[in-house]
């Protein structure tokens, strides 16, 4: 089973960019579809990204559209997720998680999560 690892979380003020990195270990990374989630305080975990196994789908949630950027390396076995004009709104733990077969905005559906990293907004 791949482990996953993110990284890249911090305090930025809004309007502001962050790049996430998910780092996968073992040599089957580019069969698994990744996914971004998070959750905000007092809130459940929600949907954010998700991309296919050879990075050529992706699907966003609506909040999401326009303004971050999944993608992946897979010669590298690490995902990304470009955050650009971040709002105090984006304020939560992302964390990245693996499945295998297709993307799924679905979290039940995925097999593996990292632990989380940080994301805070100020407005």
């Known amino acids: 089973q791949v482990q996953l690892v993110e990284s890249g979380g911090g305090l930025v003020q809004a309007g502001g960019s962050l790049r996430l990195s998910c780092a996968a270990s073992?040599?089957?990374?580019?069969?698994?579809?990744m996914g971004w989630f998070r959750q905000a305080p007092g809130k459940e975990r929600e949907f954010v990204s998700t991309?296919?196994?050879?990075?050529?789908?992706?699907y966003y949630t609506d909040s999401a559209k326009g303004r971050f950027a999944i993608s992946r390396d897979n010669a590298k076995n690490t995902m990304y997720l470009q955050m650009n004009s971040l709002e105090p709104e984006d304020t939560a733990v992302y964390y990245c998680?693996?499945?295998?077969?297709?993307?799924?905005?679905?979290?039940?559906?995925?097999?593996?999560w990292g632990q989380g990293t940080q994301v805070t907004v100020s407005s």
């Open positions: 073992g040599r089957t990374f580019s069969s698994y579809a």
């Open positions: 998680a693996a499945k295998r077969g297709l993307s799924s905005w679905y979290e039940s559906e995925y097999d593996a």
């Open positions: 991309i296919s196994s050879g990075g050529f789908s992706t």
